[in-house]
Nanobody, 123 residues
Protein backbone atom coordinates (compact mmCIF):
# COMPACT_ATOMS: atom_id res chain seq x y z
CA UNK A 1 0.00 0.00 0.00
CA UNK A 2 1.19 3.50 -0.79
CA UNK A 3 0.57 6.56 1.36
CA UNK A 4 -0.51 9.65 -0.54
CA UNK A 5 -0.34 13.17 0.85
CA UNK A 6 -1.85 16.12 -0.96
CA UNK A 7 -0.77 19.72 -0.49
CA UNK A 8 -1.13 23.10 -2.16
CA UNK A 9 -4.79 23.81 -1.55
CA UNK A 10 -6.10 27.11 -0.24
CA UNK A 11 -8.28 30.12 -0.88
CA UNK A 12 -7.97 31.83 -4.26
CA UNK A 13 -9.96 34.45 -6.11
CA UNK A 14 -11.83 33.61 -9.32
CA UNK A 15 -9.42 33.64 -12.23
CA UNK A 16 -6.50 32.69 -10.02
CA UNK A 17 -4.24 29.65 -10.03
CA UNK A 18 -3.14 26.91 -7.66
CA UNK A 19 -0.77 23.98 -7.98
CA UNK A 20 -1.61 20.84 -6.04
CA UNK A 21 0.99 18.22 -5.22
CA UNK A 22 0.57 14.59 -4.24
CA UNK A 23 3.61 12.99 -2.66
CA UNK A 24 3.73 9.22 -2.39
CA UNK A 25 5.59 7.16 0.17
CA UNK A 26 5.84 3.52 1.10
CA UNK A 27 6.50 2.27 -2.39
CA UNK A 28 7.11 3.55 -5.88
CA UNK A 29 4.25 4.59 -8.12
CA UNK A 30 5.75 2.53 -10.91
CA UNK A 31 3.00 1.10 -13.06
CA UNK A 32 0.22 3.13 -11.45
CA UNK A 33 -2.15 5.44 -13.16
CA UNK A 34 -2.52 8.48 -10.92
CA UNK A 35 -5.60 10.64 -10.75
CA UNK A 36 -7.19 13.61 -9.09
CA UNK A 37 -10.80 13.62 -7.95
CA UNK A 38 -12.75 16.31 -6.17
CA UNK A 39 -15.82 16.55 -3.99
CA UNK A 40 -17.87 19.69 -3.57
CA UNK A 41 -20.12 20.18 -0.53
CA UNK A 42 -23.29 18.14 -0.90
CA UNK A 43 -22.11 16.47 -4.10
CA UNK A 44 -20.57 13.16 -5.04
CA UNK A 45 -16.88 12.76 -5.67
CA UNK A 46 -16.07 13.39 -9.33
CA UNK A 47 -13.17 12.67 -11.64
CA UNK A 48 -10.89 15.56 -12.54
CA UNK A 49 -7.81 14.20 -14.34
CA UNK A 50 -5.62 11.12 -14.71
CA UNK A 51 -2.15 10.37 -16.02
CA UNK A 52 -0.69 7.04 -16.99
CA UNK A 53 2.64 5.62 -15.88
CA UNK A 54 4.28 5.76 -19.29
CA UNK A 55 4.04 7.81 -22.48
CA UNK A 56 2.42 10.73 -20.63
CA UNK A 57 -1.12 9.74 -21.57
CA UNK A 58 -3.71 11.90 -19.84
CA UNK A 59 -7.46 12.15 -19.49
CA UNK A 60 -9.47 15.14 -18.28
CA UNK A 61 -13.02 15.89 -17.24
CA UNK A 62 -14.78 18.14 -19.74
CA UNK A 63 -15.42 20.78 -17.08
CA UNK A 64 -11.70 21.49 -16.58
CA UNK A 65 -10.21 20.87 -20.02
CA UNK A 66 -7.92 23.68 -21.10
CA UNK A 67 -7.63 25.02 -17.55
CA UNK A 68 -6.06 22.19 -15.54
CA UNK A 69 -2.94 20.17 -16.31
CA UNK A 70 -1.92 16.93 -14.62
CA UNK A 71 1.72 15.87 -14.58
CA UNK A 72 3.98 13.49 -12.70
CA UNK A 73 7.61 13.29 -11.69
CA UNK A 74 8.34 9.59 -11.34
CA UNK A 75 11.78 10.25 -9.90
CA UNK A 76 10.18 12.20 -7.05
CA UNK A 77 7.18 9.88 -6.74
CA UNK A 78 4.96 12.93 -7.01
CA UNK A 79 1.93 13.96 -9.06
CA UNK A 80 0.82 17.51 -9.70
CA UNK A 81 -2.33 19.33 -10.74
CA UNK A 82 -1.84 22.82 -12.13
CA UNK A 83 -5.13 24.67 -11.95
CA UNK A 84 -5.56 27.91 -13.88
CA UNK A 85 -8.52 30.25 -14.41
CA UNK A 86 -10.19 28.84 -11.31
CA UNK A 87 -13.92 29.34 -10.91
CA UNK A 88 -16.18 29.13 -7.85
CA UNK A 89 -17.54 25.81 -9.11
CA UNK A 90 -14.03 24.37 -8.75
CA UNK A 91 -14.38 24.63 -4.97
CA UNK A 92 -14.08 21.34 -3.13
CA UNK A 93 -11.79 18.84 -1.52
CA UNK A 94 -9.27 17.49 -4.01
CA UNK A 95 -8.09 13.91 -3.62
CA UNK A 96 -5.14 12.14 -5.13
CA UNK A 97 -5.50 8.45 -5.98
CA UNK A 98 -3.35 5.61 -7.26
CA UNK A 99 -4.87 3.03 -9.53
CA UNK A 100 -4.33 0.41 -12.20
CA UNK A 101 -2.10 0.41 -15.24
CA UNK A 102 -5.04 1.22 -17.49
CA UNK A 103 -5.94 4.91 -17.74
CA UNK A 104 -9.42 5.30 -16.32
CA UNK A 105 -11.76 7.91 -14.85
CA UNK A 106 -13.68 5.36 -12.77
CA UNK A 107 -13.18 6.07 -9.08
CA UNK A 108 -13.84 2.44 -8.19
CA UNK A 109 -10.70 1.41 -10.04
CA UNK A 110 -8.45 3.39 -7.70
CA UNK A 111 -7.34 1.68 -4.52
CA UNK A 112 -5.08 4.11 -2.66
CA UNK A 113 -6.35 7.54 -1.69
CA UNK A 114 -4.99 10.58 0.08
CA UNK A 115 -6.82 12.55 2.75
CA UNK A 116 -7.54 15.46 0.45
CA UNK A 117 -6.74 19.16 0.31
CA UNK A 118 -9.33 21.94 0.36
CA UNK A 119 -9.58 24.33 -2.57
CA UNK A 120 -11.86 27.33 -2.18
CA UNK A 121 -12.46 29.76 -5.03
CA UNK A 122 -14.16 32.88 -3.79
CA UNK A 123 -13.92 36.64 -3.98
Amino acid sequence: QVQLEESGGGLVQPGGSLRLSCAASGRTLRGNTMAWFRQAPGKEREFVAAIGWSFGRTEYADSIKGRFTISRDNAKNTVYLQMNRLQPEDTGVYYCAAGPVVLTSASGAYYDWGQGTQVTVSS
